[in-house]
């Protein structure tokens, strides 16, 4: 008879005392190494603060990318729909708006119209962002019926790519962050997002010493893992942004913001999502 501790064999006791360690070390991490704000975790060299960028003004901080106007670096996230800055980009949105170093955009590429709440979405947007400290002013909603809110239209690359590479050149954007191939949720209008912007790393049409990045899509195991996530993104990834409990409450409340999609299975959602608590990023390279 195998080795028996409070009922339980040796097998699934080592798996219950992994899972109360992995426990303990995402609380203690989140209480006390993560305590005060939302913070950016970089490991193996990520690209996001030590790229080897030139600073194209001439301000002398070479260890920096961007340093556009001002010193800062301007960071552009594209998104499809309101709602997907506060669903997926939450971590990353917080880590930049807290930096004095940085200038964030949002560029949304559709009003989210797909059941006719376009309206009322575009007013949600504006709300979540100021909650999310993304400046009023800094807050783009492009809408066209060329790309349409539909979970079944793939937007044309060449029209899209087009609408990104002008208010990037324009806003003379850094850093640009947006979905990866697989849309994090799938949806096409995310992945549409993602090519759009592959196209233009391939073309070499960003401004000059701009890099995007992606957001990592994961599989749906880890997608709903919340913080128990947090260590094999570590392992996984070379860029990481993670927030701590305070911080997680604001994109809960940005969330909030959006009444007309706060429905149940969100609710869910922003218990369970890693993304929530993590985001992982990768260079989208030509
Ligand atoms: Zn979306």
Redesign the pocket.
């Known amino acids: 008879m195998p080795a028996m501790y409070f009922g339980l064999t040796c097998e699934p006791m080592l798996a219950l005392l992994g899972i109360a360690a992995g426990f303990g070390f995402t609380l203690s991490y989140f209480t006390l190494g993560n305590s005060k704000r939302a913070s950016i975790k970089r490991q193996k060299g990520a690209k996001l603060k030590d790229s080897g960028g030139v600073c194209r003004n001439g301000c002398g901080n070479s260890g920096e990318i961007g340093c556009s106007s001002g010193g800062k670096q301007r960071i552009l996230i594209i998104?499809?729909?309101p709602?997907?800055e506060c669903?997926f980009f939450g971590p990353t949105i917080l880590h930049f708006t807290r930096d004095s170093n940085s200038e964030v955009y949002l560029l949304c590429l559709s009003k989210?119209n797909y059941r006719g709440e376009g309206a009322v979405r575009t007013k949600e947007l504006w709300e979540s962002c100021k909650v999310l400290g993304v400046a009023q002013q800094n807050v783009i909603l492009y809408n066209s019926d060329a790309l349409p809110d539909n979970p079944h239209v793939m937007w044309p690359t060449t029209r899209t790519a087009n609408i990104i590479s002008h208010h990037a050149n324009s806003l003379d954007i850094d850093m640009i962050i947006t979905f990866d191939r697989r849309g994090v949720?799938g949806?096409i209008?995310?992945c549409s997002v993602y090519s759009a912007v592959k196209y233009l790393v391939e073309m070499g049409t960003l401004p000059p010493g701009c890099i995007a990045y992606s957001l990592d899509s994961v599989s749906v195991l880890r997608k709903y893992s919340s913080v128990m996530d947090l260590s094999l993104s570590f392992i996984l990834s070379s860029c990481v942004f993670t927030v701590d409990f305070q911080n997680c409450l604001i994109l809960k409340a940005a969330m909030r913001c959006y009444q007309s999609q706060y429905v149940w299975y969100r609710k869910l959602y922003m218990i369970f999502s890693r993304y929530i608590f993590i985001n992982t990023l990768s260079e989208i390279k030509a």
Request: aromatic residues 0%; charged residues 20%; glycine residues 10%.
């Open positions: 998104i499809a729909h709602d997907d669903m989210g949720s949806h209008n995310h």
